[in-house]
C-alpha cells in the first residue's frame, strides 16, 4: 500500500513529506521521493524560509525554492508553501532591525505578497504559555502582523489556503486556546484565514489522546486544519517496543485525522531518518520518521496505513 494512494481514498486532499535541497542529489533517496504515490504533496523544508528568499532587502532569490517547486510540479505533486512569517531562519536585517510600524508592514507585505499560493503565513506566533512571541514583528506592530501578512498573501494570491502553523496546539491547553481566540478575532474581523497547521513534532509514548477533539474544535471555528510536519521521536537506541509503539502512535495521529472531514492531509517532516532533523535539535534523539536511515521502511509505515 502507499501512503498517497491510501490517504486519497479515506478522502483527504494528500499525504505528503517535507524534503530539503542537499538531498535531492541523492538517488536512493529520490527515487521514493519523486513517487506520487507515496506523496502527493511536497513542504520546502527550508528553502522558502525568509533567511531563504530575501536575504537582504527588496534582493529575493527563489533558486533553490524553485528546485522544490519544479521537482513537485514534474512529479504532479501538490505544494505547501512554508513559511511567510516566523521568529526564526530570518535574515539579520529583518531580526535585528529597528523599524517603524510603517517599515515593518511595508516590509511584511512585501515579502508576503512576493512569495505566496497553501502557505504556511505565520509560523509559530505563540509562546507555550498562550502569550505572543516577543520578535521584532510583535514588538513592533502588535498582534497587527499577522493580519498584515495575511491580507498581503491573499492579495498575491486570492487562491492560496492561508494558514497559521504552531505546535504545542495539538492538546488542551492555554496555547491551543489562544491559538482558538486568534482564529475567532480574525474571522470576526474578516480577515482572510483558511487553516491551522499542527506541526506534530511528538514523543513516542506521549502524542496527545485528545488531538481529534482539538481538531474538530478548530473545525468548528471555519477553519480547516492539517498535520503539516508530523514526527515521532524517541530516546535512542531504537528498540523493537519503541519501534511498535511508534507504530502505534503514528496510527493514532492518521486515524485523528481520517476522522475529522475538516483535517485535509498530512505532511511528515521528511520520511527517513536519515535526513531527519531531530539529532539536530534534540540532542540524544531520533528514529523519529517512517524510513530508517537506509531507506526501509519502519513499522511507523503500517501504522500510517493503517490509520486511514
Ligand atoms: C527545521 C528544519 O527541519 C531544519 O532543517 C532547520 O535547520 C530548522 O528548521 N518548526 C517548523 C520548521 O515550522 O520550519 C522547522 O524546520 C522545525 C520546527
Known amino acids: 500500500a502507499f501512503l498517497d494512494t491510501v490517504a486519497k481514498a479515506a478522502g483527504k486532499l494528500y499525504f505528503g513529506t517535507a524534503t530539503d535541497n542537499p538531498e535531492l542529489t541523492d538517488t536512493a533517496y529520490t527515487t521514493i521521493l519523486d513517487q506520487v504515490a507515496y506523496f502527493g504533496q511536497i513542504t520546502p523544508e527550508n528553502s522558502m524560509k525568509w533567511d531563504a528568499t530575501e536575504p537582504e532587502q527588496g534582493v529575493f532569490t527563489f533558486t533553490e525554492a524553485q528546485q522544490i517547486v519544479s521537482l513537485a510540479k514534474s ?19 529583518v531580526a535585528d532591525g529597528t523599524f517603524t510600524e510603517a517599515e515593518l508592514t511595508e516590509i511584511i507585505q512585501t515579502h508576503c505578497s512576493t512569495l505566496v499560493d497553501a502557505w504556511d503565513i505565520i509560523n509559530e506566533p505563540f509562546n507555550d504559555d498562550g502569550t505572543w ?21 491573499a492579495a498575491a494570491d486570492p487562491n492560496a489556503k492561508l494558514y497559521i502553523n504552531d505546535y504545542n496546539i495539538e492538546f488542551e491547553g492555554v496555547k491551543a486556546t489562544a491559538m482558538m481566540e486568534l482564529v475567532q478575532s480574525l474571522k470576526a474581523a474578516g480577515t482572510p484565514i483558511d487553516g491551522i497547521g499542527f506541526e506534530s513534532h511528538f514523543i513516542v509514548g506521549e502524542v496527545p489522546t485528545d488531538i481529534q477533539a482539538i481538531m474538530e474544535a478548530f473545525v468548528s471555528l471555519g477553519v480547516e486544519v492539517a498535520v503539516t510536519e508530523l514526527d515521532i521521536r524517541m530516546t535512542l537506541p531504537e ?28 505532511t511528515i517532516w521528511d520520511f527517513t531518518d536519515e535526513f531527519s532533523w531531530i539529532p539536530g535539535t534534540f540532542a540524544g534523539q ?8 537506509n531507506l526501509v521502511k519502519k ?5 500510517i496505513i493503517a490509520g486511514f
Not at 135 to 141: A, G, K, P, Q
Not at 299 to 303: E, F, H, I, S, V
Open 299 to 303: 513499522p511507523a509505515y503500517d501504522g
Open 133 to 153: 512571541r516577543s520578535d521584532v514583528f510583535f514588538n513592533t506592530l502588535g498582534e497587527s502582523f499577522v493580519t498584515i501578512a495575511l491580507e498581503a498573501a
Open 239 to 266: 528498540t523493537d517496543a519503541l519501534l511498535a509503539q511508534q507504530k502505534a502512535d503514528y496510527q493514532t495521529v492518521i486515524s485523528a485525522c481520517n476522522a475529522v472531514p475538516g483535517c485535509v492531509g498530512v
Open 286 to 293: 531520533g528514529a523519529a520518521c517512517p524510513w530508517d536511515d
Open 75 to 93: 512529479n504532479g505533486q501538490i505544494m505547501r508553501g512554508h513559511n511567510c512569517v516566523w521568529y526564526n531562519q530570518l535574515p539579520s536585517w
